[in-house]
C-alpha cells in the first residue's frame, strides 16, 4: 500500500521559509553521534570553493555532491570495521556514520560548471560565480 504525506494548510508556512528548510536539511549532522564533518568556505577570484574533511572514504563509493534549490550539499559515509583474533577468542568491532553538510550558494553561483575533487582526506568543491553589476536605472517622476 502506498501512502502519501500530506501538509496541511496550517502547516504549510514552516515549508515557505528557507532558513527553516536549510536547518532541517542539517539535521542528520547535528544528531550524528560522530564528529561532524568540517567544512570551510571561502571566494578565490570569482570562484566560490569550499572544502571539506572526510579522511578514510572513498570518494567514488562512500561519497555525493549535489546542488539543489541553491545550497551544495555534501553526504558521506564512513565505515570502520577491526578484526582480531587472539588465542582462541576471536573479537569484532565495527563503526559507522552517514554525515551530510548544506551550504547556502552565493548569488550568481553557476550549478553547472561545479567541479569536485578528492585528495588527502579532504574533499574540494569549486563553482564559478557570475558578478553581474546591479544595474540602476533612474526612473523620472511626472506630474498628473
Sequence with gaps: MKTTEV???????????????RWFDTLPMRLSPFEAMKVEEEMEDGVF???????????????????????????????????EEKEGIFRSEFSYG??????ALPKGALAKDVKATYKDGVLEVRLPVQTAEEQVAKVPITRK
Excluded: C, T, Y
Design 98 to 103: 552517514s554525515f551530510h553538510r548544506a551550504v
Design 7 to 21: 501538509v496541511r494548510p496550517e502547516n504549510r508556512w514552516f515549508f515557505d521559509f528557507p532558513d527553516m528548510r
Design 49 to 83: 570553493v569550499v572544502r571539506a574533511e572526510m579522511p578514510g572514504i572513498n570518494p567514488e563509493k562512500d561519497a555525493e555532491v549535489w546542488v539543489a534549490d541553491g545550497m551544495l550539499h555534501v553526504r558521506a559515509e564512513r565505515k570502520q570495521e577491526k578484526k
